[in-house]
């Protein structure tokens, strides 16, 4: 196997590529203008712990003429380390449904053939730090590092129907992101972002609006 190398990369980055790493795997490999993670014979393999949308200028150069798969991590459960103080669980959790989060600023990317997702559902260790300029937000902490404690499940999207997967059961026949909310037990903002890549995949089908916020339907 080729040396995985590491361009000053997070250690959340760095590991989970250690964990794609096959052998033959080629790393840090110029393609046209950019680098890519792990070149895989035909395959190109991006660990992508952002969101997709910065990615936007790479995707339209590449996707073209290579097969690109994204790794995307999502902390289920985060543990945070801060100096002089013992290791505490975050109260913030993480789920599938944040590959919607992840989409958003691209949604309809899953209808090219040459691209694919997986979104590896992890734990993970927080290293903070104290930032005196932060202390109206997070109480003064920093992240400054993440480091994978666990994967705990792996969810692989090849085309726009694999997304159905998430969409609650039970839903009325018009419903609202309240209504997404509910059912699938997610924050309103992220039913929205939800609610806005299905119907840009026409999964969803806009049907008015009321005080509720906008209707939709399955379907076109």
Avoid at 50 to 60: L, N, S, T
Wanted: include cysteine.
């Amino acid at each position: 196997m080729g040396r995985i190398g590491t361009l000053n990369e997070g250690s959340l980055h760095a590991e989970l590529k250690r964990l794609e790493a096959l052998p033959g795997d080629r790393f840090e490999v110029p393609v046209g203008a950019y680098v890519i993670d792990i070149v895989r014979g035909d395959q190109l393999i991006e660990i992508q712990t952002g969101p997709a949308a910065p990615m936007g200028r790479k995707f339209d150069a590449l996707l073209g003429a290579h097969q690109i798969r994204v790794v995307h991590p999502v902390a289920v459960t985060s543990y945070l380390h801060s100096p002089d103080k013992p290791p505490r669980r975050s109260p913030v959790k993480g789920s599938v449904y944040e590959v919607f989060a992840w989409l958003v600023g691209v949604p309809t990317l899953l209808d090219h053939p040459n691209f694919s997702l997986d979104v590896v559902l992890i734990a993970e260790d927080r290293i903070r730090e104290h930032d005196p300029s932060m202390r109206r937000r997070r109480g003064g902490w920093r992240v400054v590092d993440r480091r994978l404690r666990e994967v705990l499940e792996r969810n692989e999207y090849r085309v726009p129907a694999d997304l159905l997967t998430l969409v609650p059961a039970g839903l009325p026949t018009k419903f609202t992101t309240a209504d997404l909310a509910t059912g699938a037990n997610i924050p309103r903002r992220l039913a929205q972002q939800m609610a806005f890549c299905l119907r840009a995949t026409g999964a969803f089908a806009e049907v008015g609006r009321s005080k509720a916020g906008i209707h939709y339907r399955l379907g076109r």
